[in-house]
């Protein structure tokens, strides 16, 4: 479908015009219409599949009518990272730049009393738009700099990645300083229970649109190392060893490990430090200032392998990542992929290594199944013992180790030439 062919203003279809985005990506052409129809929306579709522009286009199409109060705040943009809201608001400026009179306000953590005091300021000037994260959308709530009570659209982005770094109270709390009549939208890239239980508190009667999540880039070399839980640490040290050497062509110095809780992510970084690795560890306890620290220092490359909860499984763009290492498997296949996309983006080539105990067989079995391939398990790297047989294993429940999923794979295969350039933001 072509942007012309919605209900959207000549303002919106000009920048559209002037950005050179003439077809919609799938997200933008099953939710925008029922964002302009004044329907609740939950959206799930993957970073990169345009679903910032899904709920921009509209809200923006609708604040160009002059139908909404002025001196009113009319949308609120919730974003999880304060990276999130500067491109947000990044894009608002483009998709807004032929609409007069619409104003957008970004209000995020981690930064000084100064930063702080702009942001009053603009609020209490009035904003057609605010994007924000939650922590200091609500300090600037409790200090009375901002009235919501007129506030017609609620945007969450990325509420999957909200609520796993705990901001679900925040957002119930936000909701509750709106008024009654006002439309709220919600992306998020999966859809666990905790997502469920929000939606079903703060939307109302939604239109669901889901866009399948897409297969991993073909340039990612997958494999799954089958082991003991004790055996993990010695592989992954095996794994990262050329990391150590300055003068090996193989050098990694780009790597990003997950593990499944930060209390993990903490034990990690401090053993591979003791062994002389040169990491960095992201996770919920750490506040905005200390992301943003060790995030410039891993893209600087002072920091080696980062490793992580899934915080950052979407919130990495960094074109030239190497390795990705799951030492815990996801338990949502889905989380494989966009753990795994880190690596091989902008064309390049990238490897994903998953230690894989005999209890979490079975959730690869779900990622082989949604991938529709199945991952290469070769034997453990030299030093690090014999794999364990996982056909005798009574944590496999007698299912078998190999599937053969070529068969289902050609008949999703396909594709399609592209007419024109689509508008894939994030």
Known sequence: MYFDELDLSDEVLDALDAMNFEQCTPIQEKAIPPILEGRDVIGIAQTGTGKTAAYLLPVLDELNSGLYPKNAVNCIIMSPTRELAQQIDQQVEGFGYYIKNVSSVAVYGGNDGIRFEQERKGLELGADIIIATPGRLISHLMGGHID??????????????????????????????????????????TMPENIRKLAKTILHNPVEVRIAVSKPAEKIKQLAYICYDGMKDRIVEKILEPSKDNNSENKLDRVIMFASSKQKVKELSR?????????????????????????????NRRISILIATDIVSRGIDIDDIQLVINYDVPRDPEDYVHRIGRTARANREGEA????NTKDWQYLLKIEKLIETEIDKPELPEGCGEKPDIRKSPNTHGRKPRRDYKKSAKKHRGGHKKSSKTLKTQ
Do not use: C, P, W
């Not at 969450?156 to 439309?183: C, P, T, V, W």
């Not at 290594?353 to 894989?356: E, F, P, Q, R």
């Open 271 to 299: 053993s591979l430090k003791l062994k002389g690795f040169n990491v960095g560890a992201m996770h919920s306890d750490l506040d905005q200032k200390e992301r943003d620290e060790i995030m410039y220092e891993f893209k």
């Open 353 to 356: 290594i998953s230690l894989v």
């Open 148 to 189: 919501l009570t007129n506030t017609s659209f609620f945007i969450l982005d990325e509420a999957d990645r909200m609520l796993d770094m705990g901001f679900y109270d925040d957002i119930i709390k936000i909701a509750s300083y709106l008024g009654d009549n006002h439309q709220t939208v919600m992306f998020s890239a």
